[in-house]
Structure formats: C-alpha cells, structure tokens
C-alpha cells in the first residue's frame, strides 16, 4: 500500500510511505487460524474412526506449524519504509517489524543537476530521469 503524505508548504518536497496491505487484522487472524484448526481435526477424527489412529496427533502437530507459520507471515506486515524525495537528495528509511533494528535512513542522491534534472515518483518506484 502506498500512501502519500501531505508536505509542509515547502515546494518541491514529497514524501511516500510504503507498507505492505494486511487484509486480515489480529482478530480475524484468530479466527482463520481457529477454523482451520477445525477442519483439520475434523477430519483427522473422521480418519481416526476409518483405522489412522495417528491422524489426529498429526493433526494436532500441523495445525501449530500453520498457526506459527501465518502468525510470522502476519508480522511481517509490520514494516514499512519513508521515502523523502526532495531537489537535493532521496531518502529512504526503512521501519522493520516488531523485533528488528530501529529505524536507519540511507540518503541515495547527493545533488541534482542544476540544469535539466528532475525526480519523478512513478508507480513501478522511484526513478530518477532527465528532461
């Protein structure tokens, strides 16, 4: 997801805040992980009464192995990176998840050219181009 933040009155300043799209919250989360679990029980209970004795302790070990699988996966969507693009630099600062480093900038451009030079945020990224 890509959200733009309104600048100051200062021109020729943007800056673009990239983050992944989390479709499901917390809560929901529980609940696809909880009917899952159902139905994976269920039907090792079913095997269970047709002679697999052993499906259901299987079940038991895939349905944590999912749980901790998707509650990484959903973590993930934690981070998130600024991108400031203004005439004299481009600065990108990435925001890991719960757990990571802090936040460290990386300035990527020293000076624009003063004759010609422009920064354009397309929608593929970030790209710098001249007129």
Not at 46 to 75: D, H, I
Request: proline letters at 5%; hydrophobic letters at 55%; one cysteine or more.
């Amino acid at each position: 997801m890509i959200v733009q933040e309104p600048g100051p009155a200062e021109a020729g300043r943007v800056t673009v805040w990239l983050r992944p799209n989390r479709a499901l919250s917390k809560r929901h989360l529980r609940w696809l992980v909880v009917g899952l679990a159902a139905a994976s029980l269920g039907t090792a209970w079913l095997g269970s009464f047709q002679g697999n004795v052993y499906a259901p302790l299987f079940a038991l070990v895939e349905v944590q192995a999912v749980a901790f699988a998707l509650g990484l996966a959903w973590r993930a969507g934690d981070r998130g990176e600024r991108i400031t693009l203004d005439a004299d630099a481009l600065e990108v600062c990435a925001f890991p998840g719960r757990g990571g480093r802090d936040a460290l900038p990386v300035v990527l451009g020293a000076r624009a050219a003063a004759a010609g030079a422009r920064a354009a945020a397309t929608a593929a990224g970030l790209a710098r181009t001249r007129a």
